[in-house]
């Protein structure tokens, strides 16, 4: 008896939200002490030393406080022909990028610019991972679709 699997060839949609990762902010706080640190450590003369110390610990602590107050996003990849969408706007030349288990997610806003979001392992568990995974496969097929003669 032989075991077929039968093949959907439905298109994969996905849906996700995008909320700032409490990873990275935590991160940009360890890497600001830790740049303080570095420059109380080294042989730089104490009267430069300190105030460049507190800049870069208050630089850490700004970039942090700034990437927890970025709103939440809705994206939706439709796994077809349609464009993908941004909080319900469609969006432009959208791609997803992985880094191992980071995931980014590029596109062109309606002024040309590049635009980025990404999902770190607290905001992105390995189920929705995969099904981003997959959606992002047909959104890749769908970009390299090219027509045939009229």
Do not use: K
């Amino acid at each position: 008896m032989t075991h077929s699997h039968r093949l959907s060839s439905a298109s994969v949609s996905c849906r996700l939200e995008w909320r700032p990762s409490r990873w990275l902010i935590g991160a940009l706080f360890a890497l600001g002490l830790l740049a303080a640190l570095a420059v109380l450590a080294s042989g730089m003369p104490r009267a430069a030393a300190w105030p460049l110390a507190v800049s870069a610990l208050a630089y850490a602590c700004w970039r942090a406080r700034r990437e927890s107050r970025l709103p939440s996003h809705a994206l939706f990849l439709p796994g077809n022909e349609l464009p993908a969408t941004l909080d319900g706007l469609p969006i432009e030349q959208a791609r997803v990028q992985w880094r191992g288990p980071l995931a980014f997610l590029l596109w062109r806003d309606r002024q040309g610019r590049l635009q980025r979001l990404s999902w770190w392992p607290d905001t992105l568990p390995p189920a929705r991972r995969r099904e981003l995974r997959l959606a992002a496969g047909s959104l890749d097929a769908s970009r390299h679709h090219r027509q045939v003669a009229p």
